[in-house]
């Protein structure tokens, strides 16, 4: 789960992470409200959604114009940013052509910044490890600065079983080449980061630009943080920081039913019990030639209910043109995937090919409802079969419609 900078920067901040004053507005007149009660003279008005290079964005109304991050001098400039953002689309290299439309604004006080780093904490599947990312490169795409001068990433792995030690925060801030005051103060701010990112459950924690103010402090000039969903049942004050108006209306509508679902750019929807699973059928779909057009994982344990509607999810995306049923069933029983299914099927009309593939529990019985089910499914003996099936049935339905 993905939050707004401004309600990163409120939980670091409750953990001594140092962040710059800033508040919250839902409209113009807050904007203005907000700056009016920070000490200024300079203020920071940005646009809050969930996706990075806003500042190097552009409105849609006004591609020409200032981007979604904008300092200003006066009340005056900060109404007159605020307007220029509010309820506009904008535009960044990750939203996408369509954009995001701006509910919210951050307007913060502005710092005197003698130098700009990058700072980062993941969870490290390769060691096992919360592993810290540095780079005196702030204010770039860690991605590019990786591509260009790999020798500039300093990484510090930490053992989950003894924490963050005194000694891993020198070794980022040696490794930044901070010394004095300045080193004193990344070292509060790293172990700080650190706790936070482990009792918070976060998945990430980037912060970039990491940034030393004119009076030697350590400070988060932005912040992005990212949520185990799993954990969200124990982190209640992160779960209500949820903003649906953000998220696909098909993964919010997944995520209401328990189910995992990614949409993607192809025409062939997936329904399959597994993660791994999903991902090999992804996969042995483009290996004949398909396009996947989501990641959809119904679980171990979905009743009939569950997957009408992930049946429903997937058919609401107009590009579906195929879809790949592809059970085994160990704990999900396969006759009530085919009850699912044949609901699922009867309910929307269905009008594209769907393949099915079933294997394990109840697997005769599921074969034999679908099979007097009156429904035009196409039975698949294995998943290789099941992926040549539904490439040529979506081709062969598209051909037909051209």
């Known amino acids: 789960m993905n939050i707004h900078e401004y309600q990163a920067k409120e939980l670091l901040k409750k953990y001594g992470v140092a962040v710059p004053d800033g508040v919250a507005a839902m409209s113009v007149d807050e904007a203005v409200k907000a700056a ?67 509910q919210r604004l951050y307007v913060t006080d502005g710092v005197d910044i003698e130098k700009e780093y990058y700072c980062s904490v993941v969870l490290d599947r390769a060691t096992d490890s919360v592993t810290f990312m540095v780079s005196t490169e702030g204010g770039m795409e860690i991605e590019e600065v990786a591509e260009e001068s790999p020798e500039k990433i300093i990484k510090v792995s930490v053992d989950p079983a003894t924490g963050m030690m005194p000694f891993h925060a020198r070794k980022l801030a040696f490794g930044l080449g901070l010394s004095g005051d300045v080193m004193k103060s990344a070292v509060k701010f790293f172990m700080a980061l650190y706790t936070a990112f482990v009792e918070l459950d976060a998945s990430i924690v980037e912060i970039n630009p990491m940034i030393v103010t004119d009076k030697n402090e350590v400070m988060a000039l932005d912040a992005k943080m990212n949520f185990d969903e799993n954990a969200l049942f124990r982190q209640k004050m ?130 034999k409802l679908m099979a007097e089910s009156g429904l035009p499914i196409i039975s698949a003996d294995d998943l290789g079969d099941a992926a040549q099936k539904v490439v040529k049935a979506t081709q062969d339905a598209a051909a037909q419609a051209a």
């Open 36 to 102: 009016e009660g920070l000490p200024g003279p300079l203020y920071v008005v940005k646009a809050q959604i969930h996706a990075g290079g806003r500042g190097a964005g552009h409105f849609k109304n006004n591609p020409e114009g200032k981007g979604g991050v904008r300092l200003c001098k006066t009340s005056d400039e900060v109404k007159e940013a605020a307007e220029a953002m509010m309820n506009q689309v904008l535009v960044t290299k990750q939203t996408g052509a369509e954009g995001k439309e701006v």
């Open 238 to 367: 992160v779960a209500d920081m949820r903003d649906e108006s953000e998220e696909d209306e098909n993964e919010r509508e997944a995520t209401n039913w328990d189910l995992s679902y990614v949409s993607m750019d192809g025409n062939i929807g997936c329904m399959v019990n597994g993660a791994g699973l999903a991902m090999a059928t992804m996969d042995i779909i483009k290996l004949h030639g398909g396009e996947p057009a989501n990641f959809l994982d119904v679980g171990g344990g979905a009743t009939a209910e569950r997957v009408t509607a992930a049946f429903k999810i997937i058919l609401s995306d107009p590009n579906v043109k195929g879809i790949l049923v592809n059970i085994f069933g160990g704990i999900m029983k396969c006759d009530v995937i085919a009850e699912g299914v044949i609901a699922a099927a009867k309910e929307v009309q269905l009008s594209v090919p769907l393949v099915v593939r079933l294997e394990g529990t109840n697997v005769e019985k599921g074969k």
